[in-house]
């Protein structure tokens, strides 16, 4: 059928996870660990006078389990022209994009970003998912010399719209993001400013991230440095975070990954909790559509961020606190 | 693959709810407004002799969260030939197809005849699904000078064939259904009839449907007329229902969409119940396969009605009220 | 999308179960009889110096309900080579394809060697799917003159690797296999070992099954023995069962299916639970696609094995008992 195009990844791989204060270590092999599995189907349509209209939609797939069925990777509808794009649908934060650019493990394997969000950006401590976004509008600026801007809002971050009992707070986030970036040859920096509001528990988040990267050649040096700011009935508090990553090619298939990171969590009236996190990796490609890969993560906190941080993919909030993971791996594009 | 067609829809828009006695309006971003979103598989294979096997299965898709993963949409397996076509597995019923073509929107937006269902045609009293049905064995005879009937019988027409206890009563519904169509140049006449019978509970429901639609070329006007009649161990009632409409092209690529219905209950020593709803629209063409639309829509209730009407697309059950409805969005179709 | 193969199966059809103790009998229309119904997405990807990347993605479909959204059929990816294949994820069992090889039904319908698995092997008693594991790493060896070897590992067979509290056993199974196969013009012989491991409960499986078929050209014979012995902290048995298949050529397009089979259990300090079953049935052509199919089976048991076995496809540990059964069907490949 011309008008789709199939796409995906299969990613499985072996993972060992250590250092919790009170989990067995876990071993296994998971899927979805440089980059998550999926399938996804995807089309443009030209409009005529210079108007497209497109669509994505992917399917997360757990391949050691076989699981599947959601979309919640990404749905949505564009339409793009002269003026940019305009999308509607679920899809993926600013914050999120942004932090892609400036990770080396971009965002994959335990040397990800957003692995052990706490050490990071927002997750640990917000609601709202901080890598997508239910019904969002999103709008994507055409580059202007290197320059462009995304923003998006969204009235239901978190679920649907619910019915509500006329006068009752809702639950669900009010969300607006604005992503400035430029790009010039080997030089990348961008900018994520983000609010997010939730009535019930009178909840609002204020989120700043800066980042950098310049391609020396031999070596990709980047930087990141972010803040969120939390408000809610129940408590406040300010995180602050910053990582430093390299990118250095190794022969034709090799790059070598490196990152270091810093964060620290000011909780009203609690001492401060600090956690730093370091990440090695080593990526190969056997083709242009498949590679092997291998990442080791480790984290270390002073006593007050004691099960506050983890390498491991998951919720934070469940007291998950593995200081060190290893991944191995091979991802496959198709 | 040659043997499969990938096809589908992706669908999101706008939606404002308002004019219920007890929910706070609703507004926000949701799919499926005028066509569901969904994407689906098919393929026929020549068999020799005229006879083709055939087979879809449609997955349902919600673009504004990325949900999916079911093929309630429609799966079926279909044999063709001289004979007609002979289907089973989950479809559409008869009454739905009727409708289609018979409401200017299609069964679309606010201002589908099947929104509000209790307006119209079974849905809100009757326990099984008015659209589809599971384990249908459907018939489709060709066309003779115009003329062709639609047939189907499932034992089990809401879930799978249970194991129950001997003697046990099943909650499942038997239905039957009958549906001849007269088609020739801008002339549309069809009727429905089926029965629903639930053996737990002593349910049945008899219900028929009558419909026409003539295009005139400047204007296309259709009507539609049913009765069902419910009988259980718990109540019976009697509902009637019309609609009239009209569909008016405007310009190459847009189209005006008008229609106004009338709906009474009569429940067992209940005053008479009463709703009219009517309904604009409007829908214009990017491209063959893109349109952008909008809709608006309103219900008017006696004080007997009172809360079993709604322009919303859900269960009328919950007590959702929504007196005035607004769709405007896209909708790509691949 | 060159890179994506798009496969399945669409099988629906008619299925009469009877000859339950408590049960009524069950009549209806059922997905999936002769072969599950699925829909697949395969690629191949050569990586020079003869070594290929492939994944296969299979959703399990219910066409009967338009259920759907699980890759629970098989999900993997894998690395082939001169030394063979290497794949990981969800897959087959070595015992299971095994068993595919020497029942007459190919493991589909009634007549299913695995139909009433208390009859067969291991799976009425053993709490792991004996047709496919989780997080499996499989081996399959080249074939060296007609023979090879297939072997699997996983430390969770049935479901993730989970997150322990320090100290605490899992729930999961370990599981090894290995089936060395030989296959020479019309001869095919297989032999499965495999072990399954559970800690929590101190469980323990020793399964081995020895299988052979001959084509004779009029009629392929074939025959399976089986052991499984079961150890564990609450129950130890022993089960024994063989079974004796035919298949045999009618016209171009026609087979007919036979098979015998028995089956004993030994549990501790109980009588000997006994059954036999057979089961007949006849596969049409309509193309090479496209066939119709018939079967149908029949348990006996003695008075210890009531209700221990049934011909329905699903759990026995629910006490369904179903002595005799019916499919009649078609079923399409595309």
Not at 51 to 64: C, P, Q, R, T, Y
Not at 190 to 197: A, S, T
Not at 199 to 216: I, N, R, S
């Amino acid at each position: 059928q011309s008008n789709v195009t199939i796409y995906g990844i299969v990613d499985i791989g072996f993972t060992h996870y250590s250092g919790s204060e009170w989990l067995d270590n876990r071993s296994g092999i998971d899927s979805g660990l440089q980059s998550g599995s999926r399938i996804g189907f995807r089309g443009v349509e030209d409009l005529g006078n210079g108007l497209k209209a497109s669509f994505v939609l992917e399917e997360s797939i757990g391949v050691d389990l076989g699981t599947g069925g959601n979309y919640t990777r990404q749905a949505f509808l564009a339409l793009s022209g002269g003026f940019g794009t305009v999308a509607a649908g679920r899809q993926y934060t600013p914050q999120f994009l942004l932090l892609g650019k400036v990770d080396p493990f971009e965002t994959g394997t335990v040397g990800d970003i957003n692995y052990g969000r706490g050490v990071y950006l927002n997750g640990a401590f917000a609601a709202p998912d901080t890598i997508r976004l239910n019904n969002l509008l999103a709008y994507i600026s055409p580059s202007f010399g290197g320059f462009n801007v995304i923003a998006g809002y969204t009235r239901n971050g978190l679920g649907d719209e619910e019915l509500t009992v006329d006068g009752a707070d809702s639950g669900d986030a009010k969300i607006w993001a604005i992503n400035p970036n430029y790009s010039n040859g080997p030089l990348f920096v961008g900018l994520n400013y983000h609010q997010v509001k939730i009535d019930a528990g009178d909840y609002k988040d204020k989120v700043w991230d800066l980042g950098a990267a310049y391609d020396f050649g031999p070596v990709r040096l980047s930087a990141v440095y972010g803040q969120l700011k939390t408000d809610s009935a129940v408590t406040d508090f300010k995180t602050k975070q910053w990582l430093i990553g390299a990118s250095v090619p190794v022969g034709t298939a090799g790059k070598v990954l490196a990152s270091y990171a810093r964060n620290t969590i000011d909780a009203d009236g609690a001492p401060e909790a600090k956690a730093r996190k370091w990440a090695l990796g080593y990526t190969h490609d056997l083709s242009k559509r498949t590679n092997l890969y291998a990442a080791y993560a480790k984290i270390n906190t002073n006593d007050e961020a004691d099960g506050l941080f983890s390498v491991y993919k998951g919720s934070l909030t469940t007291g998950v606190d593995y200081a060190k993971g290893l991944n191995v791996g091979i991802r496959h594009k198709f």
